[in-house]
């Protein structure tokens, strides 16, 4: 067991609920079991930079485990390797920061970092760690529940509700007006949150990153649909998803560090099916709803067996690992092996097998097979 007096911890890229139930975990098991102090890191690693953080006592955790979003404050702009630097003149560049945030860490009194992040602040962890020996551990979160060292992420629970609910709420609204809805949801590169939400939200199509669609086989589902006297359809459409041979639609870039937005996809997606098909469509984009707010009980427990375990890497000293769901436990898996490389959706798996099975189109098939099976 290594000796850990004091540990910093910060929450860096987007936001997820279950991030304070971390925070508060973490800060529970160092004070009240293994007498380690602990210092927020605000705004993620941009909290290092600039050497901006608080004290976490037992007050400053009261009421956490239910609240979302996080009490450290996060950032996708905060990368020290490449940290937007702001000239005197207003304009902005990027510059290394790493040597300031080991400066920093050593200024603070640190003895480890506890990185609360997805994919790309766990790859900034590891590169603080090989480069300058920085002694982090990592907790993955995500709603987009892409990471691959792990079987689930925070966060995912809560998002699948949010879309599953809004799913539900559209059901009705587009029977009764006989309508083409379409709910976007997030997930960048992964489908994970469209295809859950389409199963557990009774779609009709599901349009995700993984798998390209055609419009023929969307027509041939509404229109097969309408046949039977069924004349409306839900798709659930990821943010990320693409017509075969066409692109992403983004929504803007960030100049300076070239973060991309994706989103509005469905937009295009229900004029085509409008145009051709005369439909009524309405499109719904669900956007950081499904980030935000409470998060759910799944979501609420692995945050919290996250942060308990993360705090005993640090104790045993297995630095550069970030803690990870595999099967019910929870493990230890190097940093090095965990990023760079997404979780997405397999087309051929036993998921997607099984939302074909129950009628789910995702507008890879052929459509005379789509309007076969609707009978
Ligand atoms: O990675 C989480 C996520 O919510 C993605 O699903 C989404 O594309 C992105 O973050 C949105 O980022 P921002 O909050 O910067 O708009």
């Not at 480069?131 to 809560?158: C, Q, W, Y």
């Not at 295809?195 to 589902?221: R, S």
């Not at 550069?320 to 760079?340: F, Q, R």
Request: glycine fraction near 12%; charge should be negative; include cysteine.
């Amino acid at each position: 067991m290594s000796v850990v007096r004091r540990l910093g911890v910060l929450t860096g890229g987007g936001d997820a609920p279950g991030l304070n139930a971390v925070i508060r975990a973490v800060v529970k098991s160092s004070l009240l079991t293994h007498r380690i102090k602990v210092t927020g890191i605000l705004n993620g690693f941009a909290g290092l930079v600039e050497n901006k953080h608080r004290e976490l006592d037992r007050d400053s955790i009261a009421g956490l485990l239910i609240r979302g979003g996080t009490i450290l404050g996060t950032t996708n702009r905060g990368n020290p390797f490449d940290f937007v630097y702001r000239r005197p003149d207003g304009r902005e560049e990027l510059i290394d920061a790493s040597q300031t945030v080991v400066k920093n860490f050593e200024k603070l009194g640190l003895d480890a970092l506890i990185v609360i992040g997805g994919d790309g602040s766990l790859a900034i962890a590891e590169r603080l760690f090989r480069e300058h020996r920085l002694p982090v551990v990592g907790v993955p979160k995500t709603i987009d529940n892409d990471i691959s060292a792990t079987d689930a992420t925070f966060g995912f629970a809560t998002a699948l509700e949010v879309a599953t609910e809004a799913l539900d709420r559209l059901h009705s609204t587009a029977e009764s007006h006989h309508r083409v809805m379409l709910l976007e949801v997030m997930g960048r590169e992964a489908g994970w949150i469209a295809l859950h939400a389409g199963i557990c939200g009774g779609a009709h199509m599901v349009l995700i990153p993984e798998i390209p669609f055609n419009f023929e086989p969307l027509i041939a589902k509404i229109r097969a649909r309408e046949r039977l006297g069924r004349p409306f359809s839900l798709i659930v459409v990821a943010e990320g998803a693409a017509p075969a041979g066409g692109g992403q639609v983004f929504q803007s870039e960030d100049a300076v560090t070239g973060w991309k937005r994706l989103g509005g996809i469905s937009h295009s997606i229900g004029k085509v099916l409008a145009d051709r098909e005369g439909c009524e469509v309405r499109v719904s984009v669900l956007g950081h709803i499904q980030r935000g707010g409470t998060p759910e009980p799944p979501d609420r427990m692995l945050a919290t067996r996250y942060g308990v375990e993360a705090v005993r890497l640090v104790l045993e000293g297995k630095f550069g690992h970030t803690v990870a769901l595999h099967g019910n436990e929870i493990v230890a898996v190097p940093l090095a092996e965990a990023v760079g490389h997404l979780k997405r959706v397999d087309p051929d798996s036993q998921l997607v097998r099984t939302a074909r099975e129950v009628g789910i189109v995702f507008g890879d098939e052929d459509p005379e097979e789509v309007e076969a099976a609707e009978g």
